[in-house]
């Protein structure tokens, strides 16, 4: 083994050590780091699907073109995928759905209002959009995100 001559510096071993012991530990540190990180995206990217839903819900609540609004059924289940295009209606889920949407229309004739509106009975026609994800977990672990609207009071 040849000497370091007394002018020069160099590391020693354990110097080298130590500095590959820290580096190592910041490695780890960052790399967990990127899975809480992927963790994060993952969430904000069902979250924005979610509103997404919410918001195309709220829209055919709000101008009468959901299902059911125009004399249809009374209950509609949509399936959607889990970049929330739509899939299908009624039935089972298919493979591919990650979402679920129940719109649930009724029409309620409540006698105290009817009683001050003497020309014609008054009704109003109520509705409901749950989005529930994923479909793929049992009901009690689902979550649900429920919109009601009053759609139109008919006279």
Not at 15 to 36: D, K, N, P, Q, W
Not at 69 to 90: C, F, I, K, M, R
Not at 95 to 115: G, I, K, N
Request: proline share 6%.
């Amino acid at each position: 083994m040849k000497d370091v001559p007394a002018g020069e510096k160099a590391f020693t071993l354990v110097e080298i050590i130590l500095a590959l012991g820290v580096i190592s530990f910041c490695l780890l540190t960052l790399m967990g780091l990127f899975a809480i990180g992927l963790g994060s995206s993952h969430t904000s990217s069902v979250d924005t699907t979610v509103a997404a839903l919410i918001w195309n819900s709220a829209n055919e609540l709000r101008t009468n073109s959901f299902p059911g609004s125009t004399g249809g059924p009374a209950a509609v289940t949509e399936w959607y995928d889990a970049n929330g295009q739509y899939l299908s209606q009624g039935g089972s889920a298919p493979s591919a759905a990650y979402y679920e949407r129940q719109v649930t229309v009724d029409t309620v004739a409540p006698p105290t209002l009817s009683a001050i509106f003497s020309a014609a009975p008054l009704a109003v026609t109520n509705a409901a959009s749950v989005i529930s994800y994923p479909v793929s977990a049992p009901a009690a672990s689902r979550i649900f995100i429920t919109n009601y609207a009053l759609v139109s009071p008919s006279y």
